[in-house]
């Protein structure tokens, strides 16, 4: 397995996510829980990122057929689990806090 940039990235991105998870929820479950709450949310975005063309090889299933699906789509869904998925939960979790 290469590592490219964009693995790269992802692994800076999820290090990254699991520290502001830590750092943010730390007075209300601890420093281990919320990085580990975080990390665990963000881990399926970077292995549809790393795995996208091993994945995209099992998914797009049309008109009872099996077809591959485009790697980039497979990655596109990995971004938006890495990064949207755990931005929406500090969200609301902040959200929750200040009202």
């Known amino acids: 397995m290469t590592i490219t940039t964009d693995r790269l990235l992802s692994a800076v991105v999820l290090v990254i996510v699991a520290v502001?998870?830590?750092?943010?929820?730390?007075?209300?479950g601890g420093l281990l829980a919320g990085g580990l709450g975080a990390f665990l949310l963000a881990l399926p975005g970077l292995l549809l990122i790393w795995f996208r063309e091993e994945l995209s090889e099992k998914t797009g299933f049309a008109r009872g057929i099996?077809?591959?699906?485009?790697?980039?789509l497979v990655a596109a869904f990995g971004w938006l689990f890495l990064v949207g998925l755990p931005g929406l939960f500090l969200f609301v979790v902040w959200r929750d806090a200040l009202w």
Do not use: D, E
């Open 66 to 72: 099996f077809r591959p699906a485009h790697p980039g």
């Open 20 to 28: 502001l998870g830590a750092l943010y929820l730390w007075p209300a």
